[in-house]
């Protein structure tokens, strides 16, 4: 006969010891491992950065200018007021080895005219930053970087003489254009007299939920009047929680496809302003009530959907990861091309 005391084998109890201990050490290690791969997006996001940064020193060495923030197609007449003229992402395409895309643009007219409907669809991945997750709905190519216009209420029709856009259509002045980028305003490398290293050229956004029922942060709310007193650059601290406040009670008037579209040169698609410290919780919004886009002065914050800041790109082509808590008088001037103001180390 055969003795069976020899078998070994786990009991139930050791079998319970052994998938609870597996499942701790999985529990210890995932947040590491997730943590590492959004380290790389960071990383990947910044890389695209530092490539636009590239570019438009290139563009600059080509034309003597930087590109503007809308420009209106070569042929276009009166009606581009700030929302159907071109981006400084279009303008800068030849020189991020994407000649082939800029020569399907037709400059003649807007974008959202004829084959320029499907040429703005195109998705271009260095557009993108891996980690934003928004904005998918859209039916749209995307695009999370966008160019600063500094501490300015930054609408004003990039051709002299008309209106900013759908009521009440206010204009701010032409002096009150401070950033590196602007609606009307050129700028050449000399005019960023605060120093390179000292001037914040882009920053990232994320992409609209594409979801018209339901305010999501990123999402731009209109028709919000600027209380009395507020000033088309350099906002306090005080006024911009004002405003932001009445943003938030009108955030079911909302457009919910922020930076949709690289080829559209308007703030909330390819721009920003440096007003609001990054990844702010008051939301994106600006004062036109007629049902236009984005038309009208503003208030467009940088952001990401990385953990406590966001990348930023500063005129020299150097990166940074600038923190949401930054000091809102610092955000202010490094947006700021020549305000003369001493910028501490950050």
């Not at 003795?3 to 009991?11: I, K, L, N, W």
């Not at 790389?40 to 530092?50: I, M």
């Not at 759908?166 to 609606?183: A, L, T, Y």
Request: hydrophobic letters at 40%.
């Amino acid at each position: 006969m055969v003795s069976r005391a020899g078998r070994g084998g786990f009991t139930l109890i050791e079998m319970l010891v052994v998938i609870g201990t597996i499942g701790l050490l999985l529990s210890l290690l995932l947040p590491a491992v997730q943590q590492a791969r959004e380290s790389a997006r960071v990383l990947k996001c910044r890389t695209h950065l530092k490539q636009m940064g590239l570019a438009l020193h290139q563009y600059a060495d080509v034309h003597s200018v930087f590109p503007r923030i809308c420009l209106e197609g070569k042929g276009t007449s009166t009606y581009v007021t700030g929302w159907q003229g071109f981006s400084v992402h279009a303008m800068l395409l030849p020189f991020l080895d994407q000649g082939a895309l800029y020569a399907q643009i037709n400059f003649n007219t807007t974008f959202r005219i004829g084959t320029n409907q499907t040429t703005k669809n195109q998705v271009v991945p260095l557009f993108l930053c891996p980690s934003d997750f928004g904005g998918r709905a859209v039916a749209a190519a995307g695009n999370n970087y966008v160019v600063s216009g500094g501490p300015s209420l930054l609408m004003i029709s990039p051709i002299p003489g008309q209106g900013a856009g759908g009521n009440p259509g206010i204009s701010i002045r032409e002096h009150d254009q401070i950033g590196m980028f602007n609606m009307r305003r050129i700028i050449r490398l000399q005019d960023l007299s605060d120093g390179l290293s000292n001037t914040v050229a882009m920053s990232e956004g994320i992409i609209g939920d594409g979801n018209p029922d339901r305010y999501s942060i990123g999402d731009l709310v209109r028709g919000t009047a600027f209380p009395a007193g507020f000033p088309n650059t350099f906002a306090t601290r005080e006024q911009l929680d004002v405003y932001g406040t009445q943003c938030r009670q009108n955030a079911s008037q909302h457009y919910s496809d922020p930076h949709a579209e690289w080829i559209n040169g308007m703030p909330a698609q390819t721009a920003f302003n440096t007003l609001n410290p990054p990844n702010s919780p008051h939301p994106d919004c600006h004062e036109n009530t007629a049902g236009g886009w984005y038309d009208s002065r503003g208030v467009w914050t940088a952001r990401s959907r990385h953990r406590h800041g966001v990348n930023i790109l500063l005129a020299d082509g150097s990166c940074r990861f600038l923190t949401s808590h930054v000091d809102l008088i610092l955000w202010q001037r490094l947006g700021a091309i020549a305000d003369a103001q001493p910028i501490p180390p950050f």
